[in-house]
């Protein structure tokens, strides 16, 4: 008897052991293949693909401005918008493709004088969910 409890022990401590953290591993693992938007900024230019002068105020005698996202992990490949609005009315919407492992992409418009005010960037997945709002400002 004490034989079969001291086996049953053993059974159950390489269950505890062994299995358990590879069942929590792989549910960690699964958790965190989702799709995530680690980095969202507005900038003056991209440069060596990265943000050049990221701000929230801009100078209309820029000409252009841009958001920069990078996402990492892209667990498949899959679509992302950035949707550019001024004063709350939609500009323009641009449709970017993600791929695996990790991506970055960015979007511009080029700035006319009547482009001054409140702008906003709405980025979202391709079920149209709202990842992030960057709010920025075009000035003289």
């Given amino acids: ?3 079969t409890i001291r086996k049953l022990s ?3 401590f390489l269950a505890v052991v062994v299995v358990s953290p590879k069942a929590l591993w792989s549910q960690d ?3 965190s293949n ?3 938007l680690v980095r969202a900024v507005m900038c003056e230019s991209i440069a060596e693909y990265a ?3 990221p701000a929230v105020v801009f100078s209309i005698e820029l000409g252009r401005v841009s958001c920069f996202t990078e996402f990492d992990p892209v667990p498949e490949k899959t679509y992302i918008q950035h949707k550019w609005y001024q004063n709350d009315n939609l500009i323009t919407e641009k449709r970017l493709t993600l791929n ?7 979007t511009s418009v080029q700035l006319r004088e009547s482009d001054k005010g ?5 980025v979202t997945d391709e079920n149209d969910k709202l990842m992030r709002t960057l ?3 075009i000035t003289d």
């Fill in 1 to 3: 008897m004490k034989n």
């Fill in 10 to 12: 053993w059974v159950f």
């Fill in 29 to 31: 693992a699964k958790a």
């Fill in 34 to 36: 989702k799709l995530t």
């Fill in 51 to 53: 943000p050049a002068n």
């Fill in 100 to 106: 695996p492992p990790k991506w970055s992409s960015f």
């Fill in 118 to 122: 409140p702008w906003r960037v709405e």
């Fill in 135 to 137: 709010r920025f400002s």
